[in-house]
């Protein structure tokens, strides 16, 4: 069936510096493909998307890449902050269903 | 804050028992999706209803059901209660109908917990 796998499961980084989540799936027919974050005690916030017709999108500190022929998609975070601890979620999804990656929990060192 | 509220935060129940969960989903989003999130594990997708119809279903087995009603509020049943349905429970909102491929605002969670 549809698998989405994500790595690190956990990545340490000191503040200012930046950190990359990485995450593969297998159903090329996917199209669609969000980030969440997830504190503790909080349900998943999106952060950023992307569509399978856009390669890289920016928003601020965060961008997301996508490469459709090697089915695997990066969450890109410069000058990380404290606040950005937590849990994120990458998915990928094609019409009314979305697989979720198991997660990578990114620490900020201050 | 996601405007998304589900309630009750907690719950504790013994296997073979059944359990309503609710949620509030945003004014005006038609389409409101569940989800099971075992503890350490992504979000696995239940089901969605949108327009008070389910139109879409993971691999859950019909003990899990689900309502919408007209007032953007929707409930999550599950009956015969197993030791591996405890998990946190996550309702999602959308405009659309598409659901999980529509921008989602998830609410906090109930966290049920099957002894």
């Known amino acids: 069936g549809e698998n989405v796998e994500q790595h690190p499961s956990t990545l340490s980084v000191q503040e200012g510096d930046s950190a990359v989540i990485k995450c593969t799936y297998s159903d090329s027919a996917s199209n669609y493909f969000p980030w969440y974050k997830q504190e503790l005690g909080k349900g998943p916030q999106l952060i950023i998307d992307i569509r399978s017709n856009v390669g890289e999108k920016k928003d601020q500190r965060i961008a997301v890449t996508l490469n459709k022929t090697a089915k695997h998609f990066s969450l890109h975070i410069t000058e990380t902050q404290p606040e950005d601890s937590a849990v994120y979620f990458c998915?990928?999804?094609?019409?009314?269903?979305?697989?979720f990656g198991p997660g990578t929990s990114l620490s900020v060192i201050p | 804050e996601t405007g998304v509220t589900q309630s009750p935060t907690h719950l504790i129940k013994t296997r073979g028992q059944q359990v309503t969960l609710r949620c509030s989903s945003q004014s005006g989003h038609n389409t409101v999706s569940w989800y099971q999130q075992a503890l350490g594990q992504g979000p696995q997708f239940i089901f969605q209803?949108?327009?008070?119809?389910?139109?879409g279903r993971g691999n859950f087995p019909p003990r899990f059901s689900g309502l919408q009603f007209p007032n953007y509020s929707s409930e999550l049943n599950v009956n015969a209660l197993e030791l591996d349905d405890s998990a946190l429970y996550l309702c999602?909102?959308?405009?659309?109908?598409?659901?999980?491929?529509?921008?989602?605002?998830f609410g906090p969670g109930t966290r049920l917990t099957v002894l």
């Open positions: 999602a909102s959308s405009l659309g109908a598409q659901g999980p491929t529509d921008t989602q605002y």
């Open positions: 998915a990928a999804g094609l019409y009314d269903k979305v697989i």
């Open positions: 209803y949108y327009r008070e119809e389910e139109n």
